[in-house]
C-alpha cells in the first residue's frame, strides 16, 4: 500500500542535504570534476560510516538498515541536487540493488555487507553498447574452464564508475541464456579505459574482460535482470528530478537579483510562467519517481510501466530545466565559471543513461500492449 511521503522521508532528506551542503557544495563539486577525480574516499566513508547512506536499500541481515527504494529515492534525488561526484549510483542504485533482486544469498552474503559498509566499490555492465539493462545486445560470453568456476569475455563500451569499481556485476551470453556474473576488478583479466562524455562530474569507462574469472549470480528467474534495471531506474528518475529542481533554484534565485529596465528580471510575467511550468514539470516528475518507486516496493506488476513513465518525465524535464537555467543567466551562463553548465551536462548525459525518454515510451506501450 502506497501512503506517501512521512515525517522519516524529510528527515532523512534534511540530513542528506545538509551532509551534502558541507561536503559536496559546488567548489568541491568543480575541485573533483576538474581534476578528473571519480570520488572523494573521505568524503565516502563518512556517508558510510556516519549516516549509513551506502547500507540504506541493504537487508538488516547483510548490514544494512533495510529500507527501500522509496528511501533511496529521497537519498538519490538530493544527490542529483548537489551534483555528487563518486561511485553511489554504481554501487548502491545498481550493484546493491541488482544483488538484491536476485535469488543468490551466497552472492549477498559475499558483498553486500562490504557495500553497505562502504568497503567495497561495484557497479553493473548489461548491455555491451550502452548504459542500459537491455541484454539483447550482449555479445559478451562466458564459459566454464580453468582454474576458475566461469570465465567471461568481451567488451563493456559504458560502464558507470568502471575504472573504479572493485566489483562489476557483468551480463554475459551462454548459448542463448544471459546470465550475471561476479568479476573481481583487481585481476589481470580485466582492463578499464576512461570514456569522455559531456558530464565531467560522473566517470564511465569501456571495460575489457579477457577470460576474467568469475563467479556466477542465481539470479533466480529470467525476468531478475529487468527487474534490478527497474530499481535502478526509479532511482536515477529520482536523481535527475533532484538536479532539474536545483537548476530551477538557480534559475528563480538569479532572476531576483538581475535587473534589467530597473526591474528584476523575475518580476517580468514572461519569466514567472517560464519558471511556472517548470515547476509544474518538476513536481510531476517527483511524484512520478516516488510512485515508481513505491510500487516497486510494493513488488506491485504495474512497477515497470510507471518506472519508464517517470524515466521519460524526469530525463525530459531535467534536460529542459537545465537549458532554461543557462538562458535565463544570460550571457555568464555560457561561461565555465558559472555552474549552469555543470547540470546541463548531467542533464544531457542522463537523458540517455539507462533508456532515452523515446525507448521509454515504447517499453510501457509494449507492456500495455497498445
Not at 21 to 42: I, M
Not at 127 to 147: H, I, M, N
Not at 223 to 251: H, K, N, P, V, Y
Not at 286 to 298: E, G, K, M, P, V
Amino acid at each position: 500500500m502506497i501512503t506517501g511521503w512521512s515525517e522519516e522521508h524529510d528527515q532523512l532528506r534534511e540530513v542528506v542535504r545538509r551532509f551534502l551542503l558541507e561536503k559536496s557544495n559546488p567548489e568541491r563539486v568543480r575541485e573533483l570534476a576538474d581534476g578528473g577525480a571519480a570520488g572523494d574516499p573521505a568524503v565516502w566513508r563518512q556517508m558510510a560510516e556516519q549516516l549509513g547512506l551506502q547500507g540504506l536499500a541493504v537487508p538488516e541481515q547483510y548490514g544494512g538498515t533495510g529500507m527501500g527504494p522509496v528511501e533511496l529515492g529521497v537519498v538519490m534525488e538530493e544527490l542529483g541536487r548537489a551534483l555528487y561526484v563518486g561511485p553511489y549510483f554504481s554501487t548502491v542504485a545498481l550493484a546493491a540493488q541488482a544483488l538484491t533482486a536476485c535469488a543468490d544469498t551466497t552472492a549477498q552474503a559475499a558483498f553486500l555487507p562490504r557495500i553497505a559498509d562502504g568497503s567495497l566499490t561495484a557497479t553493473v555492465a548489461v548491455s555491451d553498447t550502452d548504459l542500459g539493462f537491455d541484454t539483447t545486445d550482449v555479445a559478451t560470453t562466458a564459459e566454464r574452464g580453468g582454474g576458475a568456476e566461469w570465465t567471461v569475455s568481451g567488451t563493456k563500451r559504458y560502464v558507470v564508475d568502471g575504472g573504479t569499481a572493485g566489483l562489476i556485476l557483468v551480463a554475459a551470453r551462454i548459448g542463448d541464456e544471459v546470465g550475471l556474473f561476479a568479476v573481481d576488478a583487481d585481476q589481470s583479466g580485466v582492463r578499464a579505459t576512461p570514456v569522455e562524455t559531456l558530464d565531467i562530474t560522473r566517470a564511465v569507462a569501456s571495460v575489457e574482460f579477457t577470460d576474467a574469472a568469475a563467479t556466477r549470480i542465481d539470479t533466480g528467474d529470467a525476468d531478475a535482470i529487468a527487474r534490478a534495471g527497474d530499481l535502478a531506474t526509479a532511482a536515477f528518475a529520482a536523481e535527475q528530478i533532484g538536479g532539474a529542481s536545483a537548476a530551477l533554484d538557480m534559475t528563480v534565485e538569479y532572476a531576483k537579483i538581475r535587473v534589467q529596465f530597473e526591474r528584476p528580471i523575475g518580476s517580468f510575467q514572461a519569466i514567472k510562467h517560464r519558471c511556472a511550468d517548470l515547476l509544474v514539470q518538476i513536481e510531476s516528475g517527483r511524484s512520478a519517481a516516488f510512485y515508481a518507486a513505491a510500487l516497486l516496493a510494493d513488488g506491485d506488476p504495474e512497477g515497470a510501466i510507471a518506472t519508464s513513465a517517470a524515466a521519460a518525465w524526469c530525463a525530459t524535464a531535467y534536460a529542459k530545466s537545465s537549458r532554461e537555467n543557462v538562458q535565463f543567466h544570460g550571457g555568464i551562463g555560457y561561461t565555465w565559471e558559472c555552474d549552469a553548465h555543470l547540470y546541463l551536462r548531467r542533464a544531457t548525459v542522463s537523458t540517455i543513461v539507462l533508456g532515452a525518454p523515446t525507448a521509454h515510451r515504447v517499453r510501457i506501450a509494449d507492456l500495455m500492449e497498445v
